[in-house]
């Protein structure tokens, strides 16, 4: 199993930046690639953007094109999410997660561990 844990959550004027990390430890091997989502009160878990671990293919809701970039660093098992152009309605709770299956998915249950989660809030 892999343990993830979040952190870089806070409180951020909208315009503003934050960056998310995301830190994989345990049987990391089997992850292929690592994903974020969101999830706001009141709405359904969204997918934001998705890196795989061989060859850095990223991948990224049309919400956040543009202004979210996803990284990694393979030598340490982390993750980033560097967030620009914050508006209010990024406003949520931010998961990273990791997949075990070959491919690209948005789909939150194709990924099969997930970290405790970070708030984001932007304030307008």
């Known amino acids: 199993q892999v343990t993830l844990v979040e952190s870089g959550g806070g409180l951020v004027q909208a315009g503003g930046s934050l960056r998310l990390s995301c830190a994989a430890s345990?049987?990391?091997?089997?992850?292929?690639?690592m994903g974020w989502f969101r999830q706001a009160p009141g709405k359904e878990r969204e997918f934001v953007a998705m890196?795989?671990?061989?060859?850095?293919?990223?991948y990224y809701a049309d919400s956040v094109k543009g202004r979210f970039t996803i990284s990694r660093d393979n030598a340490k098992n982390t993750v980033f999410l560097q967030m620009n152009s914050l508006k209010p309605e990024d406003t949520a709770v931010y998961y990273c997660?990791?997949?075990?299956?070959?491919?690209?998915?948005?789909?939150?249950?194709?990924?099969?561990?997930w970290g405790q989660g970070t708030q984001v809030t932007v304030s307008s």
């Open positions: 345990g049987r990391t091997f089997r992850s292929t690639a």
């Open positions: 890196i795989m671990w061989g060859g850095g293919s990223t």
């Open positions: 997660a990791s997949k075990y299956t070959r491919g690209y998915s948005d789909y939150w249950p194709d990924f099969g561990s």
